[in-house]
Nanobody, 115 residues
Framework: QVQLVESGGGLVQPGGSLRLSCAASGSIANQDTVGWYRQPPGKRRELVAVIPFRGNTNYRASVKDRFTISRNDDKNTVDLQMNSLKSEDTAVYYC?????????WGQGTQVTVSS
C-alpha cells in the first residue's frame, strides 16, 4: 500500500509564492513516476508537472518558468515550488505517484490566489 500526503497549500496574493510538498510512504521506489495535478473550480483535473521514470521533466505550458517540481528520494518527498502565482492557479492540487503500474493520489490541498 502507498500513501501520499500533501501539505503547504493556502491563501496567497497574486504574485506571491507557495511551496507544496508530498510525502510518500509504503512500497515506493526511486524509479516511480511522480507529479502534481490540479483541479480548478468547475473544471477537470489537469496535469501541472511530472518527473517521469524515464525522460525529461514536463510542465503545463501555463506554469512553465513559474513552477518547479523536485524530488528527494532520500526523504520520499516531491515538492512543487510555485512562484509568480496568478488567480488562475487557484485549484485543489493533488500529488500522484505511479508505483509498479498503479496510480496513487493524495487527498489534495487547496491553493487560493486572491487579493
Amino acid at each position: 500500500q502507498v500513501q501520499l500526503v500533501e501539505s503547504g497549500g493556502g491563501l496567497v496574493q497574486p504574485g506571491g509564492s507557495l511551496r507544496l510538498s508530498c510525502a510518500a510512504s509504503g512500497s515506493i521506489a526511486n524509479q516511480d513516476t511522480v507529479g502534481w495535478y490540479r483541479q480548478p473550480p468547475g473544471k477537470r483535473r489537469e496535469l501541472v508537472a511530472v518527473i517521469p521514470f524515464r525522460g525529461n521533466t514536463n510542465y503545463r505550458a501555463s506554469v512553465k518558468d513559474r513552477f518547479t517540481i523536485s524530488r528527494n528520494d532520500d526523504k520520499n518527498t516531491v515538492d512543487l515550488q510555485m512562484n509568480s502565482l496568478k488567480s488562475e492557479d487557484t485549484a485543489v492540487y493533488y500529488c500522484y505517484r505511479i508505483v509498479r503500474g498503479l496510480e496513487y493520489w493524495g487527498q489534495g490541498t487547496q491553493v487560493t490566489v486572491s487579493s
